[in-house]
């Protein structure tokens, strides 16, 4: 039986690694303010459709399908690899190796999404969910994929004791299976696309699964380790973790066709989402049970109130999917704006919140600098919670509105469209604070940068010479 994780850092593996992880900080959140700006301008078009429509290259089209992959490729691919890694490394307990590979890795991701979304504002995009850049775009993300991976996966093999943790046993499983879905996706979308009614299947058992089987992953990886730390508390019922392990990769895999429920597809294949979806609840119920004494602790402290949501908006996600895919509900959902806010709910909360309290932990422990102002972490906690709650509240309403209007054929689609415009603009405010949040998180990590910087290039070679006469 594996034991449960101490609350110890362990593994002197931090400051070795300090340049290739920045690295891949500072992209993520540098693509996390574009795609702040650019998910803002498309729900604003959402409300207002003539907003930015004299240009071509700025219509709705283009707007979200840039707004999905760089929040996708940009913030959440280089969020997710340096937590990933990070986390594999402090637990290993073994310095990091083929840090060479990582920063080139990490150069030619970003080279290859600029590229990509370049492509979709020519109109280029594949109109493919989560795939919507250019073909010949993703064989490079996936060979970047490979060398980034590459000391997370080395620093798993050679860990320094044979007992494992269930923050590695996500952390692995998101670095081994994204390689797979990624570059199954491409083959059957977009290289040797499968046709007809195939396909819809094949598009819904990728969009669930870039979320339960990579970013998801991510999210518990950092909650297992990150909730014993902060709050000093061990998880309880440690024993039910690999339960809810297992539960995940097998029956997460095949949730996503509930969305074909009432499609021309066989009825096998939606039933066999709505099951493993209800089945999924298991899972959620474990992790629940695992954390539910340490979310007492660590109150006060923003950087465990970023889990702490970030928990509270998975299992919200999970309970919300689970109603979602019978009938009586999807019939009134399913087509609306709901499901867009059932994805913000994922990517922003139950993703986004842990990974920020894993870079406000990971930072100070890889730089030697400690955050400059707690103030500014408050702040961008109570922007990031704020900008969640709007945005996905006011997206959930306006499709549960739109859902009635549209049942009703007398109510046509223009006055569906005004009723709907005030919880738009709802998802709007929501978008701009959660804007606002990122930026306030870009520029804390500039001034830590700077302190860095200051420290090795000024600092030190001043104190060293002073030594030396």
Not at 134 to 146: G, Q, V
Not at 381 to 392: D, E, K, T
């Amino acid at each position: 039986m594996t034991p449960a994780p101490s609350t110890a850092a362990t593994g002197p593996t931090d400051t070795r690694a300090q340049g290739p992880l920045l690295l891949l900080l500072g992209s993520a959140l540098c693509w996390l303010v574009v795609s702040g700006v650019l998910s803002l301008v498309a729900t604003i078009q959402l409300h207002t459709p003539g907003f930015l429509s004299a240009c071509a290259w700025l219509t709705y089209g283009h707007m979200q399908a840039l707004a999905e992959s760089s929040f996708l490729y940009g913030w959440a691919a280089n969020a997710a690899f340096a937590a990933a890694i990070w986390l594999l490394a402090r637990l290993g307990g073994a310095p990091l190796r083929a840090l060479g590979l990582l920063t080139v890795g990490t150069l030619f991701w970003n080279l290859a999404l600029t590229i990509g979304l370049v492509c979709i504002l020519f109109g280029e995009a594949t109109g493919v969910p989560f795939l919507q850049m250019p073909a010949y775009i993703h064989p490079l993300l996936l060979f970047s994929c490979a060398a980034i991976s590459t000391p997370g996966i080395l620093a798993w093999t050679g860990r320094r004791q044979k007992a494992t943790f269930a923050t590695q046993w996500y952390a692995v499983a998101a670095l081994f299976l994204f390689p797979w879905l990624y570059s199954l996706a491409q083959v059957m979308l977009l290289r040797a696309p499968v046709r007809g009614v195939a396909q819809a299947v094949v598009m819904a058992w990728f969009s669930q699964n870039l979320l339960t089987l990579w970013l998801v992953p991510i999210t518990l990886a950092a909650a297992y380790y990150l909730v014993p730390k902060l709050s000093g508390r061990r998880v309880a019922n440690y024993d039910f973790a690999p339960h809810a392990f297992w539960t995940l990769l097998f029956c997460g895999a095949w949730s996503g066709t509930r969305v074909l429920l009432g499609g021309p597809v066989p009825a096998w294949i939606p039933a066999m989402g709505i099951v493993t979806t209800c089945i999924l609840l298991f899972h959620y119920a474990i992790v629940a049970l695992n954390l539910r004494e340490a979310l007492g602790g660590g109150r006060g402290n923003p950087v465990f109130s970023f889990v702490s949501f970030g928990l509270f908006a998975y299992l919200l996600s999970g309970l919300v999917n689970a109603f979602c895919s019978f009938q009586f509900a999807a019939e009134l959902v399913q087509y609306t704006y709901f499901p867009v806010a059932q994805l913000k709910l994922v990517l922003v909360g139950a993703f986004s919140l842990p990974v920020f309290a894993v870079i406000y932990t990971m930072v100070p422990l890889i730089t030697g600098v400690s955050w400059p102002s707690s103030g500014l972490i408050r702040a961008h906690l109570g922007l990031a919670l704020l900008g969640l709650v709007a945005g996905v509240l006011g997206l959930a309403l306006a499709g549960w509105v739109q859902g009635h209007e549209l049942l009703n054929p007398a109510v046509p689609f223009t006055a569906i469209a005004a009723a709907t415009r005030p919880w738009l603009s709802v998802a709007i405010v929501g978008d701009a604070l959660w804007l606002l949040g990122s930026l306030v998180l870009l520029l804390h990590f500039i001034r830590v940068h700077v302190a860095v910087v200051y420290s090795t290039f000024v600092a030190a070679p001043v104190a060293a010479e002073a030594v030396a006469s």
